[in-house]
Nanobody, 124 residues
């Protein structure tokens, strides 16, 4: 089993930056691909970014490419999401997720484990 806990969310102004963290615990973290999703009130959960186990492959949603950066520190079982130039449209609950395979990197149903989420609110 894998447990995921997100942190780092908050209330910021448009143009500001935040860094989210996701710490994994459990029997093993070896080989897991990781992703970030977000969900705004009344909307479906949407893909933000994914990173492979080794960190050599990343995929970003068009809406965040160039502004957000994903990274991971496998020695500390931690994944980060650096968010720059935040916009009001980025306001959502952000979820960290882990997957056994790379096949469904851009789909919520491709992930096996989920955190509880952390709120990001961007004011205009």
């Amino acid at each position: 089993q894998v447990q995921l806990v997100e942190s780092g969310g908050g209330l910021v102004q448009a143009g500001d930056s935040l860094r989210l963290s996701c710490v994994a615990s459990g029997r093993t973290f070896t080989g897991y691909n990781m992703g970030w999703f977000r969900q705004a009130p009344g909307k479906e959960r949407e893909f933000v970014v994914a990173i492979s186990w080794t960190g050599d492959h990343t995929y970003y949603a068009d809406s965040v490419k160039g502004r957000f950066t994903i990274s991971r520190d496998n020695a500390k079982d931690t994944v980060f999401l650096q968010m720059n130039s935040l916009k009001p449209e980025d306001t959502a609950v952000y979820y960290c997720a882990a997957a056994h395979t790379w096949a469904g990197w851009g789909r919520a149903d491709g992930y096996n484990y989920w955190g509880q989420g952390t709120q990001v609110t961007v004011s205009s």
